[in-house]
């Protein structure tokens, strides 16, 4: 598979998995749920990076897909008394599909025009979800009393490091191969990639589906950790701003910035509480994201990467 | 025995420009042609039209006989036709051996996944085009006009093409770098590749064709021989543009 | 009948007004400025400090937001799009940072709260059987005044010519002799004093709030991609297409789906014709 994997490949991955299993000894059972999050923003920050991230299409308007992998497992459950084990599953397959028309127009519109669609994407949904069947749905307030998978910050936090590891891994393995190289080349010019022979389509429709799949399973998760659903809280530019920004200060298209992208920011986001309770705490972290970003696009990924160079070259000429 | 390239009644038009004005010709295989004419004369019109990136107004294109017409570009491409661009286009942000990794990969999803690079063969690609061992790991960026070029032929031949169009290949190159790309042509002629040159470096150009198509205004205004297509009179004016 | 057409009428002109600023940029700059909806929020906020806490009068209050927008649109060129150099997805991401940003800035000054904008003009007036009130339809005519001004100021004079011609072309237009920078200020400048102004007026029709400058945003995108970009007539159509359809629905139908038809829309267009209906652009 042509992965290039080496031994401290192994060493670094077997390390985090080793820290992130013993967490719940070391710290409190407050920082514990503080990590919960943590993870699910991994998630929803590693599915958004394999499509916006890699190819370019950036989409400000994940929750759609999020929305529905967690609206779809919430309304069988609680409406149609499906067992979770089944309606997670559909769960995911249904973000697929959502992922699928996502995709659509981005067979003829590009870059910035397939910014604002996504956007109206979620805006579009958003609206549906409050108008259309409120019965099934639970309207402008949500729902509530869902089937949790976990009892307690211990479990809940053992479900989502599990699930945050097994989806990091897995996209990480796969963005390593030849795939993930396409992808990236549509994402610095899509015309060179068919001018290569390959068939830009066929790839975007692959990323689509792929984040659509993450996306949904990290949202219907959530949803069973969280015990109910917000449309607010859900379809709200904070959220997708949130996102994105721990994406980027991560460092895109690495699959691992995300992930330390998402931690970063939130205690980040913790540490300013007791400082700045409401929402002027987006205010200082937007200054810090939009700083770092105007300085280094490609985050603190990038910034660790170039060190470590640095270290080799020095290193080397010794 | 089906020619690789057969063009027809070629018509272009943007608008009210008539950029390819009824062009017809054909290579056969193995054949090299070059393709000359003044700037604008509209040679790199009839390379964007062959490989898909422009919809002609009418005419037929045939590889080997099927009609392209209605195939993407990435499609022409694996029925063996490959062309580099004037305006060099690489990966910005990949170095050499990966930008001709793109040109080798399958357009399979499974593929990609499943089977690893082919470093050896990039390698090769890129030191026969020139490049040094130092050179595969620098970016474009890096990399001088005459360097982007090189990568632009390695990335053509990368998709294994049996029909070459080589847009200005030797703009900006050294004398040495010519020579280097001129060996790598003789050397596929000799594999049977079938070539269609456009260059302004006509001294360059001769070696490497069997005969020529000269250019202006979207017409064909000679064909033959090298040496009588770059005597002819029209051909001289419209370079000198009289 | 009657309320349906004056009520279209009223909010199309308005949402002209809106989509406008955002064309412009997006045309001649060939950037997408998510925090073009920024301007519409603080504008409103301004003019809430200024007229309605401090007592100016409206007007002065309108032209205060108008020149502040001016100065958010000089400011967030120099110092977020031009250091970028038309990057346009870190554009694209870091004017969203900042529209978050100033949402937050908002929170802190002015809590987090709705706030309802007193009329600039108080009064209604009876128009058959509706009841129109002096401040939208004041809204609706000042949209009018200033679309028609732009549009003049656009043919008519040099630098609104040079602003097309680098629409259309920015790399002909500097070898043309045009100063691509210089443009470029100015337009950002006009689509921060646009913004602003509309902003006022659409606070003033629906309320004051921190996050109140989605809506505006998305419906201006939904006009620049109906409509397509490059023609300000354009947007005067697909803003009263869009108007009108948002009212008829409300009326007609269900005021709970209010949007969804919008939202359709775009998602038509792009499937059928992804220009837009009015754009001259190849995307």
């Given at each position: 598979m042509g992965l290039g994997l080496r031994w401290y490949h192994f060493v670094l991955w077997a390390g985090f998995i080793a820290i992130m299993a013993l967490m719940p000894e070391f710290v409190s059972k407050g920082t514990l749920r503080t990590i919960i999050f943590a993870n699910f923003l991994a998630i929803f920050a590693i599915s958004w990076d394999v499509l916006s991230g890699r190819t370019?299409?950036?989409?400000?308007?994940?929750p759609f897909l999020i929305g529905i992998g967690a609206y779809t497992t919430a309304i069988l459950t609680k409406r149609f008394d499906v067992p979770v084990e089944y309606a997670i599953p559909t769960a995911v397959i249904m973000t697929m599909v959502g992922g699928t028309i996502m995709f659509l127009p981005a067979l003829r519109i590009k870059g910035s025009y397939f910014a604002l669609v996504s956007l109206a994407f979620m805006e579009l949904i958003y609206q549906l979800v409050q108008v259309i069947r409120p019965d099934l749905t639970g309207g402008t307030r949500g729902m509530s009393g869902l089937v949790t998978l976990t009892r307690g910050a211990v479990n809940g936090y053992y479900l989502s490091v599990t699930l945050m590891i097994i989806v990091a891994l897995c996209m990480w393995l796969l963005m390593r191969t030849r795939l993930g190289t396409a992808l990236s080349a549509i994402g610095m010019n899509e015309e060179s990639v068919k001018g290569s022979g390959l068939s830009p389509t066929k790839l975007k429709l692959f990323a689509f589906m792929t984040s659509a799949f993450v996306a949904g399973l990290g949202g219907a998760f959530y949803v069973h950790y969280l015990g109910s659903i917000a449309p607010r809280a859900l379809f709200d530019i904070n959220f997708v701003f949130t996102i994105i920004v721990a994406t980027l200060i991560g460092?895109?298209?690495?699959?691992v910035g995300p992930m330390f992208g998402a931690f970063f920011l939130t205690f980040l986001l913790e540490y300013l509480r007791p400082y700045l309770p409401g929402a002027e705490r987006y205010l200082i972290y937007g200054v810090i994201a939009l700083l770092l970003y105007m300085y280094q696009p490609k985050g603190l990924y990038h910034i660790v990467m170039t060190q470590l160079d640095r270290f080799k070259k020095r290193a080397d000429d010794d | 025995m089906t020619k690789p390239l057969t063009i027809k009644n070629l018509v272009k038009k943007f608008g009210g420009l008539?950029?390819?004005?009824d062009i017809s010709f054909d290579l056969n295989e193995g054949q090299s042609t070059g393709l000359i004419g003044p700037n604008g004369a509209g040679k790199t019109t009839i390379f964007s039209q062959i490989m898909g990136e422009y919809r002609q107004t009418s005419g037929k294109i045939e590889l080997y006989g099927s009609e392209i017409s209605k195939l993407s570009t990435p499609a022409r491409i694996r029925l063996g036709v490959s062309r580099t661009y004037q305006v060099p286009r690489p990966f910005a942000e990949f170095t050499v051996l990966e930008n001709v990794r793109v040109g080798l990969m399958p357009d399979s999803i499974w593929k990609m996944i499943t089977e690893g690079p082919n470093v050896d063969r990039e390698i090769e690609l890129a030191l026969s085009v020139g490049f040094s061992e130092n050179d595969l790991r620098r970016t474009p960026d890096e990399l001088s006009m005459g360097d982007l070029r090189k990568l632009e032929m390695a990335r053509t031949m990368a998709t294994n093409p049996s029909i070459m169009l080589l847009d200005e290949v030797f703009a900006g190159l050294t004398v040495g770098e010519i020579d280097q790309i001129a060996k790598l042509i003789q050397k596929m002629r000799s594999e049977n590749m079938t070539f269609l040159i456009v260059s302004h470096d006509l001294k360059a150009l001769e070696p490497l064709v069997d005969d020529a198509i000269a250019i202006n205004y979207g017409k064909i205004i000679a064909q033959g021989s090298f040496a009588s297509v770059i005597s002819d009179k029209a051909v001289r004016t419209s370079y000198l543009g009289t | 009948m009657l309320e349906i057409i004056i009520q279209g009428i009223l909010l199309s002109g308005l949402y002209a007004l809106i989509a406008v600023g955002f064309t412009l940029i997006f045309s001649v700059g060939r950037v997408l400025n998510l925090a073009y909806g920024s301007y519409i929020m603080v504008a409103g906020y301004i003019y809430f400090y200024f007229s309605?806490?401090?007592?100016?009068?409206p007007i002065a209050g309108l032209l205060l937001a108008g020149i502040l927008g001016s100065c958010m649109g000089l400011l967030k060129y120099n110092l977020i799009v031009k250091p970028l150099k038309g990057d346009h997805i870190a554009v694209e991401i870091s004017t969203l940072i900042l529209a978050v940003v100033l949402q937050s800035a908002v929170i802190l000054f002015f809590g987090n709260s709705a706030k309802i904008l007193l009329p600039i003009i108080p009064g209604v007036i009876h128009i058959g059987n509706a009841t129109v009130t002096f401040n939208v339809l004041a809204a609706t005519v000042a949209s009018w005044l200033i679309l028609i001004g732009l549009y003049l100021f656009i043919k008519k004079t040099h630098i609104g010519r040079a602003m097309m011609a680098v629409s259309m072309d920015a790399k002909g237009a500097s070898i043309s002799g045009v100063d691509i920078d210089k443009i470029n200020m100015i337009t950002w400048g006009i689509s921060g004093f646009l913004g602003a102004i509309a902003g006022v007026f659409f606070a003033s029709y629906t309320q004051l709030s921190p996050t109140m400058w989605v809506a505006p945003l998305i419906i201006a995108i939904a006009i620049v991609i109906v409509?397509?970009?490059?023609?300000i007539i354009g947007t005067l159509v697909v803003a009263h297409i869009i108007g009108f359809m948002e009212i008829i629905s409300v009326a007609l139908i269900s005021p709970q789906l209010r949007g969804v038809f919008t939202m359709l829309l775009i998602i038509l267009v792009l499937v059928i014709r992804p220009k837009g209906l009015f754009g001259r652009e190849e995307l």
């Open positions: 370019g299409y950036i989409s400000f308007g994940h460092g895109a298209s690495t699959i | 008539t950029a390819t004005d | 309605q806490l401090l007592g100016l009068p409509g397509g970009i490059g023609s």
